[in-house]
């Protein structure tokens, strides 16, 4: 099995989770020990404009059901310091949100880039499983509901990006990366 094809295992796996996900009650922090799935990107990879509209309902389909559900995801890299440090880093060249299907690139699915939009960490680079997982649990023990009632939106799947400022400069706050305002399914033309 290539890398395509593990990539849309992974990410129809992660459908049917939120899926699941959507029947239980409340805020949920989800821990997905894993080394992630393939960020099948670069120069040598060209999707076609069917392709890019696909993904691109994809990507909005996942951030708003994770904003929808009140679902954080946390991704625990349990290989480690063997990985290349290139590969470990490499989910960050992704994190920007998507405005419009042009944009799109196969790593904007990557399981890391998923965990740190919807608020959680990419923990790469430490074999020190229980000390993540460990990490991530008082991460999550500390949290803030905001709410806002945000403008209409001049078109469908319109992305707004979201960013927390504090006064006190000791102290950070992690949130969306974004939203998608009246989320529908991009039209193929």
Known sequence: MGDPERLQISVKAFQQFLGYASTLPGRKVV???????????????????????????EIVGISTQLRQIDLTVYDIN???????????DYYESFLKGITNPSQVQLGNLGLQVIAVQSG??????NTDVAGMIQRCLADAKSWYEIGFSPLPADKPSEY??????????????????????????FQQR
Do not use: C
């Open 31 to 57: 821990l997905w020990v894993s080394p992630g799935w393939p960020l099948i990107s670069g120069p040598h990879i060209d999707l076609d404009p069917k392709q890019e509209r696909q993904i691109f309902n």
């Open 78 to 88: 349990p290989i480690g310091i063997t990985e290349p440090l290139q590969r470990a």
């Open 120 to 125: 959680g960490l990419a923990l790469e680079g």
């Open 160 to 185: 707004h990006h979201i960013e927390i400022k504090l006064d006190q400069r000791d102290l950070s706050a992690r949130t969306r990366d974004g939203y998608y305002t009246n989320p529908t399914t």
